[in-house]
């Protein structure tokens, strides 16, 4: 069962199963043979007590002498103990989360499952222009003045564009707050612990900005502070689930990443993003799995945006997810779908490491099951506001947005 999700999650060194196999055994040897020596040195422990009472010094003094013996073994074997143990740590922590039984065969996204279509297609004619042209016409992103100050992939917001972008904000917050989640507003930066928990490391150094002074990492996401926040906590069964919210700027490499896919705001360095986290009872994750998908989905269905839910194969999948669905939008001038939402159940991968727990009824302590899901990453949806709402006389801004834009057009 283990190599078979291994395999659907397109994981190639299946050896490091038998590594873990083997050390496990190993390791169980080890402490087997050290609480033996354990018994032998209480043993011999009660036994000299009797023989000093009967006057046998003799016997006391070997029995000493064996103890003494006893004791210096087990020092060794602890020590082996020690090693293995972080030998098989090591091994364990480069193994991915198991798919869910209803995560689909596949290696790339084109293996993906589209689950459902909603919203309207736009038909903009032939006079259509993509977002970076239309942030060029409205002044309302300087993407040469980001190269300036930074480099490729850093966008400069203003004017109208920067009030965009903090309408948004305030939009996706208050949806989330007005849906029970409580609201955080985490460091931008986490120490190496934090960026393990969520999973993170090592999977993903590569991708993360790293403060090499401080021994910090910029944040990829506000899912890694956030989730944090309940590390080493044991929870009150009756305060499950936790729902939390969190604006953050997010920081991330994409190393490797060139062509149409990094034009304009398709793929930039450093975006903003408002995050929903849940800790849930593990009996009830996957139906707050479908909760929070449709939670996201109302969200785009307020924005008049033309989009498609997918559940991912586990070859495209993360490290840590057990089951992903992942929203894209239409993006009408550059007629293609761009992803701007994932919604995924970790089940206890992040809670194991993490040691966030509960107890329940019969007083028990289990681990809980945590989930995240952008609602939603900024560039790609202004992006595609900025392409599917754009008018002769203007981008029109959809109506649940105005009251945090104050105006309904960009002219």
Known sequence: MILEGLKKKNFKDLSLVDLVIKLDEQRRQVQLENDNLSASINSASKNIGQAM?????EEAEKLKTDVSGYKEQSKDLSLVLDELEKELHEAIIKLPNLPHASVPAGKTPEDNEIVRVGGDKPDLGTE?????ELAVKYKLVDFELGNKLTGSGFPVYMAQGARLQRALIQYFL??????????????YMVNEATAYGTGQLPDKEGQMYYVTEDKFYLIP??????TNIYRDTII???DLPVKMTAYTPCFRREAGSYGKDVRGLNRVHQFDKVEIVQLEHPDRSYE?????????????QSLGLHYRILRLCGGDMSFT???TYDFEVYSAAQERWLEVSSVSNFQNFQSNRMKIRFKDSNGKTQLVHSLNGSSLA???IMACLLENHQTPQGIHIPMALQPYFGKNMIN
């Open 53 to 57: 009472a009967k006057g046998n010094k």
């Open 128 to 132: 259509k222009l993509p977002h970076w």
């Open 174 to 187: 208050n949806y989330n707050i007005d849906s029970g989640y409580t609201e955080y507003y985490p460091p």
């Open 221 to 226: 996401t506000a899912e890694v502070p956030v």
């Open 236 to 238: 009150s069964e009756k």
């Open 288 to 300: 707050t799995l479908e909760q929070m998908v449709a939670h996201v989905e109302k969200l785009i």
């Open 321 to 323: 997810s057990a089951l």
């Open 378 to 380: 900024l560039p790609r």
